[in-house]
């Protein structure tokens, strides 16, 4: 009985301390682990490193959450895997994780923390493997006493500055971090994009090229309910979001854009085909980008024709009069 009763016990003190999807430390394990190194290395040298798994709510609204839940568990055998297990790590909630790296001087940290952003990496589900990338913010334990919440401080400041700049990248902590924490008024690229008014789109630079991101005004803009069915519609392909009876003179017009002026942003006016079977006029401004994980992509914000006719007559004083022509 008190073999049985200190098994169970010893049950539960693991499972209040790993986290169940991917058998990783939670936050309460995390804590306790780094927190008891620390104390017992405190002349030691270390790094902690906070990383968070870019567009994870994309993922899960694009393919479902037992999707997002593989990508999850992906990422924490990949962390195992390039960090190695002697080291403290975990899932701090949601999409974030944590690595202590014990015994680690600066040069040999900050080593393994591009080595891990530079991997590719990807997971599958249902038989089809998908990209991802995560950004990564960390900061160095000199054997001064630093407490484990300065610590997290300094790593989730670092880990925001990177988010702030487009993600899919690493920072160490910097003490000008801070300010760019306190002057951001806490909005992120996530937040930013889902408020826009206008509709965002990411594609490859392709003549078929794949839809990599868009917002939710975008989503709005097709008259679709989500982002699944936005994908479902357009069959994940961005010439499809064109009416067919634009598609051929968008198509060429874009590539001949590219080929003129290959850098700098364009502008034209097409009809987008929506889910309701509606056609709408549309304005978009658009330009071609390099990206490290997709090579070239085109990054384009749409605004709903009508609409824009609309604030014209309005700002002209004819809005009583109806929609201005179109060379207006």
Same mark, same amino acid.
């Given at each position: 009985m008190v073999g049985k009763v200190a098994a169970s016990q010893g049950n539960l003190t693991y499972m209040s301390q790993h986290d169940v999807l991917t058998g990783l430390l939670n936050r309460m394990g995390l804590d306790k682990e780094i927190a008891d190194w620390l104390q017992a290395h405190p002349d030691s040298h270390g790094a902690l490193v906070s990383l968070d798994l870019d567009g994870f709510k994309f993922i899960n609204d694009l393919h479902g959450h037992m999707a997002g839940d593989e990508a999850l568990r992906t990422l924490a055998r990949d962390l195992v895997e390039s960090f190695g297990h002697?080291?403290?790590?975990?899932?701090?909630?949601?999409?974030?994780?944590?690595?202590?790296? !014990?015994? #680690?001087?600066? %040069?040999? #940290?900050?080593?393994?923390? !591009?080595?891990?952003?530079?991997?590719?990496?990807s997971f599958t589900y249902d038989g089809e493997t998908h990209s991802f990338s995560v950004s990564i913010g960390y900061t160095f334990y000199r054997g001064d006493?630093?407490?484990?919440?300065?610590?997290?401080?300094?790593?989730? $400041?670092?880990?925001? #500055?990177? !988010?702030?700049?487009?993600?899919?990248?690493?920072?160490?902590?910097?003490?000008?971090?801070?300010?760019? /924490?306190r002057t951001s008024l806490?909005?992120?690229?996530? $937040?930013? =994009?889902?408020?826009?008014?206008?509709?965002?789109?990411?594609? %490859? #630079?392709?003549?078929?090229?794949?839809?990599?991101?868009?917002? !939710?005004?975008?989503? %709005?803009?097709?008259?679709?309910? /989500?982002?699944? %069915?936005?994908?479902?519609? =357009?069959?994940e392909y961005a010439p499809n979001v064109v009416c067919p009876c634009d598609r051929e003179r968008m198509t060429k017009m874009v590539w001949e854009q $590219?080929?003129?002026?290959?850098?700098?942003?364009? +502008?034209? =006016?097409? +009809?987008?085909? =929506?889910?309701?079977?509606?056609?709408?006029?549309?304005?978009?401004?658009?330009?071609?980008?390099?990206?490290?994980?997709?090579?070239?992509?085109?990054y384009a914000t749409l605004i709903d024709g009508h609409f824009m006719y609309e604030e014209l007559a309005s700002s002209d004083g004819s809005a009583e009069g109806g929609t201005p022509n179109r060379d207006s």
């Open positions: 002697e080291q403290i790590i975990g899932r701090n909630g949601g999409d974030e994780f944590v690595v202590f790296m !014990k015994d #680690a001087e600066p %040069e040999a #940290a900050q080593a393994a923390v !591009k080595a891990f952003s530079n991997k590719k990496k006493g630093m407490p484990l919440s300065r610590l997290f401080h300094e790593s989730d $400041t670092a880990l925001y #500055a990177v !988010k702030l700049r487009g993600r899919n990248h690493y920072r160490a902590y910097e003490p000008s971090m801070e300010s760019l /924490n806490g909005f992120n690229l996530e $937040t930013i =994009t889902k408020n826009l008014p206008t509709a965002l789109l990411v594609s %490859e #630079a392709k003549p078929d090229g794949k839809i990599l991101f868009v917002n !939710k005004t975008m989503v %709005e803009m097709l008259e679709c309910r /989500n982002i699944r %069915e936005f994908m479902e519609f =357009t069959q $590219t080929v003129r002026e290959p850098d700098r942003p364009h +502008c034209m =006016t097409y +009809c987008v085909h =929506t889910v309701k079977g509606r056609d709408k006029q549309v304005f978009a401004i658009w330009r071609q980008a390099d990206n490290v994980n997709y090579g070239k992509v085109f």
